[in-house]
């Protein structure tokens, strides 16, 4: 992928008036008062984070106003990784600090498929979290107990999950979209004394109800005690095992005073899942202290949230995003959910919603951006768009094109922050900044206490070279460890077996002369043609731009001792993969990358796998290809779409 000479201008900057009225300049005056230093830069502000990470994150509580007890030591071990110890001595709860504010503020708006619910303000959010927590407690729930939940993004899940922790329970949670097997691969391991289910869900228009599902998961989760049923589609429990309606549960519970456990920085506050597409999903746990401070960091500092303002992220219960929006509480922020399909009734939903509530943070994936570019709306036309400053992708890397539509056809004056981290650390490496320009085609910025480089294969810092994502210092939100991994054999082997006491993402990427970064792909799915590295988005960022195609996948087939690459697609409507439409991805994919990019065969397909957070995977393809099983296939949200890459005749010579 060209970007050092594809244009000169960046395609956005903050005013100067907005730059020094960003918390993040405030953050920059804090460690001057402190330090004595001028910090003329972002870049001079992230070299200083990362050279002092006890000051910097010592700097980052008091700033954000964690609220708990600090502690006399900031960091302990910082040269082990793992094993550094960040607040070994602070108490806090995490529920304490997203409950801050009492008042007649809306906490949350619910949106589902158009249909938007009453908004919760502070004070009632507070109140059903004190009653549901007395329920929990009631039921014997206690710290370290885990706490499920098989629900909609909608304001129950965070109830749930907020009453869970102020106790200082585990919450874990799945979208009501898996199935069963794919909830007890993940419940199973874990053990929850409470699951909060919901009865069923709507998707597209259609109402799905989840009673059989609740019934084989309830019956394969032994050590269950109880099981909280919301009647979102308004069933209700239905003569389920060890069933109690939750709006009885809530009107019954006591009326007193929610109380907070203070429990030490490192205490376990999630646990999170793997994608699973390779085996049984593993298990990440993940600390209050180190979910709480990262994504404050990442709230008030990246994205300048300030109290009272709107964030909106589009996400289910089953992927990360869900977690990092909930904390959006913490800075004071109102949350706007949605549940549902981004595309139903029509792709106008989301872009209505901005308007209704007033977003001024919103965040999508790379693939609704470019389905909206596809759909021929043009919200710029069509909406106001007023009050959102702020655009977040993740998912999957951003493509040039997409920046060009985001600015043209959506919104010319925005910070557009593409932003790429994982489940694995709760939260980002690379993110936006309101100080910085956005260069087309790039992440704008290292997160602040990141210490990230890209590294080639004999473990040296490349610049404008691709390679290997690491982190080469400890930071708060590295997971405490696996469950049931009690030596750690696991959790090292994940992220520190390629380079000692470094850790090593999984991600192909590549720090541009900007200083921004762009991610290439994930190592994993990485091509090899004649042993040239090439990254899978890099290919797809040239054959998406074509309106004839709506989605691509690549992968390496193994073919008379090298590695050939093969390209399918699926063909919008109305359009046939034909000799003259293979002749145009190819010559697309030679000007806009390389020859070395383009494959050797492509190949029409009707439907590409993807997991339930939505990301297309290409391992579980490329076994398929190679004739061998994919061993979990309740991973995707579409399994049965496995079969049309079995014994293709195409591939066979």
């Not at 004999?458 to 210092?473: A, H, I, S």
């Not at 009690?486 to 090292?492: S, T, V």
């Not at 990254?535 to 001792?561: D, H, M, S």
Request: glycine share 10%; aromatic share 8%.
């Amino acid at each position: 992928m060209q970007h050092d000479n594809r244009q000169e201008q960046p395609l956005w900057a903050p005013s100067a008036q907005a730059a020094a009225a960003s918390n993040m300049m405030a953050f920059i005056g804090l460690v001057k008062e402190r330090h004595g230093l001028s910090l003329a830069s972002y870049d001079a502000l992230h070299g200083w984070s990362v050279a002092n990470p006890e000051l910097f994150w010592d700097a980052v509580w008091d700033f954000t106003g964690v609220i708990g007890d600090k502690g006399a030591r900031i960091l302990t071990g910082a040269e082990k990784m793992p094993g550094a110890g960040f607040f070994p001595d602070a108490r806090l709860n995490f529920a304490e600090n997203l409950l801050r504010g009492e008042g007649s503020e809306i906490a949350l708006h619910f949106n589902n498929e158009g249909e938007r619910r009453e908004p919760l303000t502070r004070a009632t959010l507070r109140r059903d979290v004190a009653r549901f927590a007395s329920v929990l407690k009631s039921w014997g729930v206690k710290e370290g107990d885990r706490v499920a939940a098989f629900m909609p993004n909608c304001p129950e899940t965070i109830i749930a999950m907020l009453a869970a922790a102020s106790i200082g329970a585990v919450f874990s949670s799945c979208s009501p979209d898996f199935g069963a097997k794919g909830v007890l691969d993940r419940f199973g391991q874990i053990a929850p004394k409470v699951l909060v289910a919901c009865d069923g869900y709507r998707y597209a228009g259609k109402v799905l109800p989840a009673h059989d599902k609740l019934a084989e998961i309830v019956a394969g989760l032994p050590g269950l005690e109880h099981l909280a049923v919301v009647p979102f589609i308004g069933e209700g429990p239905k003569g389920l095992a060890k069933a109690h309606d939750w709006n009885a549960l809530l009107a019954a519970a006591p009326e007193g005073e929610l109380s907070f456990a203070r429990l030490p920085f490192a205490h376990p506050l999630y646990i999170m899942y793997s994608s699973g597409t390779t085996g049984i999903p593993k298990c990440i746990v993940h600390s209050a202290g180190g979910t709480l401070l990262q994504h404050l960091k990442e709230h008030r500092l990246h994205c300048d949230l300030k109290p009272g303002e709107t964030l909106f992220y589009f996400t289910t219960c089953g992927w990360m995003m869900w977690n990092w929006l909930v904390s959006g509480l913490a800075a004071g922020a109102t949350l706007a959910l949605y549940d549902g399909s981004p595309f139903h009734p029509s792709a106008r939903v989301l872009f209505d919603y901005i308007g209704a509530v007033k977003i001024g943070v919103f965040g999508t994936s790379a693939k609704f951006i470019d389905a909206v570019k596809k759909s021929g709306l043009k919200p710029r036309k069509t909406h106001d768009l007023s009050s959102m400053r702020m655009i977040l992708s993740t998912g999957s890397p951003l493509v040039p094109e997409s920046f060009d539509f985001v600015y043209e056809d959506i919104k010319s004056d925005v910070a557009l922050c593409s932003i790429s981290g994982g489940t694995d650390i709760i939260s980002c490496f690379v993110l936006g900044s309101p100080l910085l320009p956005v260069w087309r085609g790039e992440i704008q910025a290292k997160g602040l206490g990141m210490a990230v480089e890209v590294w080639d294969d004999e473990g040296r810092p490349v610049t404008g070279e691709k390679g290997e994502l690491v982190c080469t210092r400890p930071f708060p939100s590295m997971p405490i460890g696996f469950w049931n991994d009690a030596d750690g054999a696991k959790y090292r082997a994940a992220y520190f077996e390629r380079f000692p006491g470094v850790w090593c993402h999984g991600d192909f990427a590549e720090i541009t002369p900007h200083g921004g970064i762009v991610i290439h792909g994930r190592s994993d799915a990485t091509l090899n043609p004649g042993g040239v590295r090439i990254g899978t988005a890099e290919i797809y960022a040239q054959v998406e731009q074509l309106p004839e195609v709506q989605e691509a996948l690549a992968i390496g087939q193994e073919w008379q001792g090298d590695v050939r690459v093969v390209l399918f697609v699926v063909m919008r409507e109305g359009h046939a993969l034909d000799e003259a439409m293979e002749r145009r991805i190819r010559e697309r994919i030679r000007s806009g990358a390389s020859p070395r990019h383009v494959p050797a065969k492509i190949v029409a397909v009707a439907d590409i796998p993807r997991t339930k957070s939505g990301k297309i995977t290409e391992l579980a393809v490329r076994d398929i290809v190679h004739g061998r099983e994919v061993k979990n296939r309740e991973a995707l949200a579409n399994p049965e779409a496995l079969a049309l890459y079995r014994d293709l005749p195409e591939l066979q010579a």
